[in-house]
C-alpha cells in the first residue's frame, strides 16, 4: 500500500504564487509516475503535472509556462511550484503515485486563489 500526502495548499492573491508538497509513503519501491490532477466542482477531474522517476516531465495545457513539477526520488516526495496564479486555478489538487499499474490518491488540498 503506498501513502499520498498532500500539503501547501491555500488562499492567494492572483499573480501569486504557491507550492505543493506531496509524499508517498509506504510500500515506495517501484512508484514510477507522480503528479497532481485538480478539480473544481461539477467538472472532471484535470491533469496539471506530473513527473516520472527517470524525470520526464509532462503538464496540462492550462498551466505550461506557470506550474514547474519537481522531483526528490530520494524523499519520494514531488513539489508543484505554481507561478502567476490565476481565478481560475481555484481547485482541489490531487497528488497521485503509480505504483505497478495501480494509482494512489491523496485526499486533496484545496488552493483558493481571489482576491
Known amino acids: 500500500q503506498v501513502h499520498v500526502v498532500e500539503s501547501g495548499g491555500g488562499l492567494v492573491q492572483p499573480g501569486g504564487s504557491l507550492t505543493l508538497s506531496c509524499a508517498a509513503s509506504?510500500?515506495?519501491?517501484?512508484?514510477?509516475?507522480m503528479g497532481w490532477y485538480r478539480q473544481v466542482p461539477g467538472k472532471e477531474r484535470e491533469l496539471v503535472a506530473s513527473?516520472?522517476?527517470?524525470?520526464?516531465?509532462n503538464y496540462g495545457d492550462s498551466v505550461k509556462g506557470r506550474f514547474t513539477i519537481s522531483r526528490d526520488n530520494a524523499k519520494n516526495t514531488v513539489y508543484l511550484q505554481m507561478n502567476n496564479l490565476k481565478l481560475e486555478d481555484t481547485a482541489v489538487y490531487y497528488c497521485?503515485?503509480?505504483?505497478?499499474?495501480?494509482?494512489?490518491w491523496g485526499k486533496g488540498t484545496l488552493v483558493t486563489v481571489s482576491s
Open positions: 497521485y503515485a503509480v505504483r505497478f499499474l495501480a494509482t494512489y
Open positions: 509506504g510500500s515506495i519501491f517501484g512508484i514510477d509516475n
Open positions: 513527473v516520472t522517476s527517470g524525470g520526464n516531465t
